[in-house]
């Protein structure tokens, strides 16, 4: 018997910058999950119900009142759903750390983000095939 190879997570990514969207995306595909990068909240919220987004990760580039509402739809209509906050100020943060499972420093870098990840994300059953 052998075992197939879980399918990677999903993670949908929320934020503004472009550069900064299709780098995290890289990295985190080559740290084996799949991204898919948003920059409307809207499209944020309505995808983030997908029972193929395993996990939600919004970047406090963009306006913080936004970024709450997307917090805060996404807590209310999928609330199992693990939700990761980037964020370079602490002070930025105040009263969404309530509405997110992890705060995550981006001057600590991409791995620290991985290992946030792997922390929420159980892995995916792998299926025995004869």
Known sequence: MSASKSPPHTILHFGSDQMTLIFRGWFLNSAGYRVINTGNGFDTIGMSTCKQVDAVLLDLDRN??????????????????????????????????????????????????????????????TTRLA
């Open 64 to 125: 913080r009142a936004e970024v709450t509402v997307i917090a805060r739809e996404i807590k209310r209509l999928r609330p199992e759903l693990p939700t990761l906050l980037l964020t370079d100020k602490q002070a930025q943060v105040n009263g969404l750390h309530q509405l997110v499972d992890a705060l995550v420093p981006k001057a600590s870098g991409p791995e620290t983000l991985v290992k946030s990840l792997k922390i929420l994300l159980p892995p995916h059953a």
